[in-house]
DNA sequence: CGGAACATGTAATACGTTACATGATTAA
DNA sequence: TTAATCATGTAACGTATTACATGTTCCG
């Protein structure tokens, strides 16, 4: 098993305290969002395979007119496992674009397209930078102060790079494609 | 489908001239080793898939003492659903980080260990610098320059980071959890 | 002689997403 | 009244990885 997967990641998110299935699913949303996002169609099979495993005890706890809150604590088999995980070699980082894939085929679309898509990406770079500007400030830990501050200097490095070499792609896309694309 | 997919990508690739599953495979390693990565294992199952669909069809070139060639070529209904999968609005951009996914637990390292870590991803990025600005030379196209200054840059920005701001990470480790690691 | 490159594929497995299903409370 | 928040889950599907299976040629 892998570091980056929601079992592992959930058993990592229960070493910082007990949470229920809803909370941990509030922490992908928060302290990892820049790393791992999940719904929760992954997050409460993990839990039942987790406590299956014996990594974690689930306490249940009544409460009106709702379903029974479920809180998850991690075990010391958990602890000891995700522990394990945490030694192990990490796999190398990966940069995912489906706008930069689309560009490498920037010559099948028009120029105006590929200025919109290139708008775009550096639109949701600044939001993803002034939204990490503004939780950075709460965060409480460094490592997480890290991290943000790492997502926002990448980001900006990408914007920085994309306003001054878009013109290398805006210029190159040929007419021709027009048709094909109509 | 999206986009960022082996068959999409396949299609992609086939956009450039037609080809075999093993020379697709090639082009995954250089053009595209930057968006996304396939193997064999991906790349067969999704060029039958493909065939069937009526998006390629697939020519026999025999061999002596080898596997009969199959020459794939992308088709009008092919290109079609290209264009139209290139026309979609792309996903947002992810990027996925097992260090960085550790480092959320540096307190529960030891501080060697996170040193190591951080040595280990600025060596990483460093190579991938080099091999990237090795290969940024040969490339023809306007738009694989582009990509190929892009994970550059990125990459460069990421490393500056790190180097100026690791000691928030190492300073802060606690020995406490060397116990538990052990 | 060993390993890389050429050449294709299947089967089992792992992993995650999406849609579906249910239903109360609270704030705008 | 409408959307958000709280609260849990299943089933179907999509998608990719890994290991297995086979065999030749060429370079060092």
Redesign the pocket.
Known sequence: ??L??????CLGILTFGEA???????AFETQFSQV???????I?????QLTTSGYVS?RQ?Q??????????SITESGLDFFLKELHKAPAKDKFRSETLTKLIFADMLPRENISILIDQVIDDYNNYVVDLSDSCCEKQSQSEKFLCGFGITVRQAAIKYMQENRHLIESASSSSSQQAAE
């Open positions: 098993m892998l980056m997967n929601v079992k592992s990641l229920t299935g809803y909370e941990i699913k509030k791992y996002d999940a719904g929760f169609g992954s409460y099979p993990a839990l039942n689930c706890e409460q009106e007119k709702r379903p029974a809150k479920k809180i998850y």
